[in-house]
Nanobody
Framework: QLQLVESGGGSVQPGGSKRLSCAAS????????IGWFRQAPGKAREGVSCLSSSGGTNYSDSVKGRFTISRDNAKNTVYLQMNSLKPEDTAVYYCAAGGSCHNLDYWGKGTLVTVSS
């Protein structure tokens, strides 16, 4: 069974850092594109970052320079390192996997990140 599980969420103060993990089971992440998305309360889901199977990355303008996506093939896990967090980064963060960054079929259940003083 293909499964993605996010972890690492929680509360953090503005300016702080968090690292989210997306662990896969039932398939090998290295062969897939992995995207991170987020949905803030009352807002639509938005794309945050994506890592293609070939290693290419992209970021939304709102997180560029602050967030970094990476993959550990040995652990079958993708990470989202989030620095200089702002209150507007508060959201449920989801990871998704698929054949490309424009075609992500498998989704995790999300992890909540709250940025507040």
């Amino acid at each position: 069974q293909l499964q993605l599980v996010e972890s690492g969420g929680g509360s953090v103060q503005p300016g702080g850092s968090k690292r989210l993990s997306c662990a896969a089971s039932g398939f090998t992440l290295a062969y897939y594109a992995i995207g991170w998305f987020r949905q803030a309360p009352g807002k639509a889901r938005e794309g945050v970052s994506c890592l293609s199977s070939s290693g290419g990355t992209n970021y939304s303008d709102s997180v560029k320079g602050r967030f970094t996506i990476s993959r550990d093939n040995a652990k079958n896990t993708v990470y989202l390192q989030m620095n200089s967090l702002k209150p507007e980064d508060t959201a449920v963060y989801y990871c998704a996997a698929g054949g490309s960054c424009h075609n992500l079929d498998y989704w995790g259940k999300g992890t909540l990140v709250t940025v507040s003083s």
